[in-house]
């Protein structure tokens, strides 16, 4: 009985999404890596929020609330901090290469496809990947946790 003006093909797709359940609330697998990532993710932020306000010196109002997480940008305020990860493990985590094919995406790709459009194959990624994103992403987490 709804009258909305979406095509049959975008309520096709819609629906699909729907239908496509995957037991999210019990895949311990994908929750512990989703905290992981926000984890890593937040830390890094956090670090080039620093940047900012020590380097650049910006004051309050002109600051960013959010701020873009690019490779290099990590890379460059990591350095700076004398903060010993490498360039690698930064990649490995955050890069957005969208060259990247499956089965080697990173834990920020398949975080994006996870959130953003409930990509059910970055979810079977994941589980199949666990072991080796879990990794990486606490090798970032153990290195910040003792600077």
Not at 66 to 83: A, D, M, R
């Amino acid at each position: 009985m709804n009258n909305s003006k979406l095509t049959k093909t975008n309520k096709k797709e819609i629906k699909k999404i729907l239908s496509e359940r995957y037991n999210l609330i019990n895949n311990s697998s994908l929750n512990n890596f989703i905290s992981l990532y926000m984890d890593c993710e937040a830390t890094a932020r956090k670090i080039i929020y620093y940047y900012d306000l020590k380097v650049k010196q910006k004051k309050k109002k002109e600051r960013k609330k959010f701020t873009n997480l690019y490779c290099p940008t990590i890379v460059k305020v990591v350095s700076y901090f004398e903060i010993n990860i490498s360039r690698d493990l930064i990649v490995s985590i955050f890069s957005s290469d969208r060259t990247l094919t499956r089965n080697h995406k990173t834990p920020r790709m398949l975080r994006n496809g996870v959130i953003h459009e409930k990509k059910i194959q970055d979810i079977i990624e994941i589980e199949n990947r666990y072991d080796f994103l879990k990794k990486i992403m606490e090798e970032w987490l153990n290195i910040v946790n003792y600077i």
